[in-house]
């Protein structure tokens, strides 16, 4: 004789509501059938609307690869989602815990810094946190986190989304050894060699190419040439010849005069050809550059030896004549 439903209905102004609709038989028919009911009908839109978008939320929570952790404003996890199982914990297992204790000892004050500073001001955001964080199996990855602040919720807390980057950070130290093996072998090469881009920026520099600067490699990459050497004359000469290398797409060569630290002046052989960074992928040019000083004055010597020689020869030829 009691009925209590959820529907749907049409309001005034076209729109679908939710509404719970109660209501009673209070009069039949001799037939049975109802001939009298009282109900009352309930506006639960707001409500089922946030159910729904709660319950949208825990799909989301749920799938999500990320760990997401609900922590109390001491730091308490309260929640986690079942995605920490992929680093080796049951859902509920670390629930009680505090969450720095699985943070590395060198790393700890870095996360609880953030965390405190996103409560010490509600409006504020963590940035992107980069830790090692303790496994299922007693070994220390690296994850990177996110927290926002739910304390004007019914929640509270903090929400912390967590990502294992570990798969990251083994890539990048494999392009941090393999940079620093390529810096080994560039540096013992005698000559210099450089790497420019299209803005004149330094990108590569081995020692030799720094020690004819008077400057290392450190001080030099990252910089222009007028802000390693100021005083360099016909530089956009220089700069345009940079340039139709990388935008032409042929290599050059040609000779030039620079003058070391120490006030010497050096004749280097240079060929420039066009190179495509692999950090940046950026269009560049690569300069190779080999000291021939010595060659050039031994030409100059030669050449002298042989005018000398033609001289003698023509003397010689004159006095035979005779």
């Known amino acids: 004789n009691r009925y209590d439903i959820e529907i749907r209905r049409k309001t005034a102004g076209g729109d679908w509501k939710w509404v719970r609709t109660v209501g009673q038989v209070i009069e039949r028919e001799e037939n049975g059938e109802a001939t009298r009911i ?17 319950e ?80 299922g199996e007693g070994e220390y990855i690296w994850a990177e986190a996110t927290g926002k602040d739910q304390r004007e919720t019914e929640a509270g807390g903090i929400v912390i989304s967590q990502r294992d980057i570990s798969k990251r950070k083994e890539r990048e130290r494999a392009a941090e050894q393999a940079h620093e093996r390529l810096r080994q072998v560039i540096d013992l090469i005698p000559d210099p060699i450089f790497v420019k881009n299209l803005d004149d920026e330094v990108l590569l520099s081995n020692e030799a190419n720094a020690d004819l600067l008077g400057s290392t490699p450190e001080e030099v990459e990252g910089k222009t040439e007028p802000e390693i050497m100021p005083d360099v004359e016909n530089y956009e000469q220089y700069r345009q ?48 550059a080999r000291d021939i000083t010595n060659l050039k004055e031994y030409e100059q010597k030669l050449e002298q030896s042989n005018k000398e020689l033609d001289r003698f020869a023509s003397v010689v030829s004159h006095d035979l004549r005779n």
């Open 38 to 54: 009282v109900g009352i009908n309930i506006d639960i839109d707001e409500r089922k609307r946030q159910k729904e978008e709660l």
């Open 56 to 135: 949208r939320y825990k799909t989301f929570i749920e799938s999500s690869p990320d760990v997401i952790t609900h922590l109390g404003v001491d730091g308490e996890i309260l929640y986690q989602s079942p995605s920490v199982e992929r680093i080796g914990y049951s859902q509920d297992e670390s629930v009680g815990d505090t969450a720095f204790e699985y943070v590395h000892p060198d790393d700890r004050e870095k996360a609880q810094q953030e965390f405190f500073e996103v409560l010490e001001d509600p409006e504020k955001d963590s940035g992107m946190v980069e830790y090692r964080v303790l496994n």
């Open 241 to 288: 010849r940079d340039i139709e290398v990388i935008e032409r797409g042929e290599s050059t060569t040609f000779e030039e005069e620079l003058m070391d630290p120490d006030g010497e002046t050096h004749v280097f052989k240079t060929t420039r050809i066009p190179f495509e960074s692999a950090s940046t992928e950026e269009d560049a040019v690569l300069g190779y």
